[in-house]
């Protein structure tokens, strides 16, 4: 048996874009390009948790097994906790639903973070910023990484400030991609902690993460494509597919 689970916590009733998890990005639900990313990896087993028996029955349309979770599940981290317990995997990944271009490599680095660093509570990505538009949108989240790849922040300000007197003028801005690998004690640990105020401030809940305490780690992979929380970035997602595409 495979010593990790991936989760996609897939909730229907999504503010910013209600149903966005069944939306069609070139003919297949984003929820289906992230599935099969998953797969691709090859890992272990891969779940869809979900709230809303539309997405149960989307998902048995591709091949993909979907398990009904609480609709009173407060945040992605903890739907995926629920789907989780019970099962016996060491590692357990929280795969974000609007991620229709996850890489399988972002997927194995991230692992191979916490099966070869015992610091690491728990591994996330990011990749360099190459679109001056991200830089200032507060819907792409900025990570600060130290010279060892420990995530110190994240924030949809830009952050690090890129000071004008600094000697570090290449130096690019990171963003990040939502999937986090935990460690099934950290997940426990995790899923027990109040919201903090900095998650409260910037609607990030990794920060109550790093609030507490935890040693978040972030691989750097070369690119990421579109996340999706609005129907804008879904046109934006479809011209990134075609650019890839040719």
């Known amino acids: 048996m495979s010593d990790t689970l991936i989760v996609i916590p897939a909730r229907y009733a999504s503010t ?51 398990v009904m979770t609480s609709a009173a599940c407060a945040s992605g981290t903890d739907r995926v ?67 060892n790849g420990r995530a110190l922040y994240f924030s949809r300000s830009v952050i690090p400030h890129h000071h004008p007197l600094s000697d570090l003028k290449d130096e690019p801005w990171y963003k990040h991609c939502g999937l986090y690998a935990y460690r099934r004690a950290s997940l426990e640990r995790f899923v027990k902690l109040r919201p903090s105020k900095m998650e409260k401030l910037e609607r990030l809940e990794q920060l109550r993460a790093l609030e507490d ?23 934006e997602a479809v011209k990134f597919l075609g650019k890839i595409s040719k």
């Open 81 to 147: 906790f629920e789907a989780s317990s019970g099962r016996s995997e060491k590692f357990v990944v929280n795969v974000q639903s609007d991620e229709p271009f996850l890489q399988t490599e972002t997927l194995v680095k991230a692992i191979g973070v916490l099966r070869n660093n015992p610091d690491a509570d728990i591994a996330t990505a990011g990749a360099p910023i190459t679109d001056p538009r991200e830089v200032n949108n507060p819907n792409c989240v900025k990570i600060a990484l130290g010279e």
């Open 16 to 66: 910013r874009f209600p149903a966005k998890v069944l939306a069609k990005l070139s003919g297949k639900p984003i929820l289906q390009w992230v599935y099969e990313a998953c797969r691709r990896a090859d890992l272990g087993d891969v779940l869809i948790a979900t709230e809303h028996e539309a997405v149960v029955r989307a998902a048995a349309e591709f091949g993909a097994k979907a």
């Open 213 to 235: 305490g935890m040693k978040i780690y972030s691989v750097t992979v070369p690119f990421l494509g579109p996340a999706i929380d609005t129907p804008a970035d879904l046109e």
